[in-house]
């Protein structure tokens, strides 16, 4: 699928005090979203640290580039 057709947007959380069992917290979360088939096919990633941000939107790209659609149904032996 070509990555050109999906819409990139993020949005940031807002940083409260982890719960005691939380390893990590993200602080924003990365979208690629396209309509697809006549839905909405939504790609995200947790961004947990600043640095990171480039880093996921490469790998929902990636996702993205290796995403393909067919005309019609696959057969279920598929």
Avoid at 1 to 24: H, I, Q, R, Y
Avoid at 25 to 53: G, H, M, R, W
């Amino acid at each position: 699928m070509d990555p050109g057709c999906f819409w990139v947007w993020s949005f940031n959380f807002k940083l409260e005090k982890p719960a005691a069992d939380v390893e990590k917290q993200a602080i924003k979360q990365v979208y690629f979203s396209t309509i697809c088939f006549n839905q909405v096919l939504d790609l995200n990633v947790p961004v947990f640290d600043k640095t990171e941000f480039n880093n996921s939107k490469d790998l929902l790209n990636k996702i993205a580039l290796s995403l393909k659609t067919y005309n019609e149904r696959l057969p279920k032996d598929k």
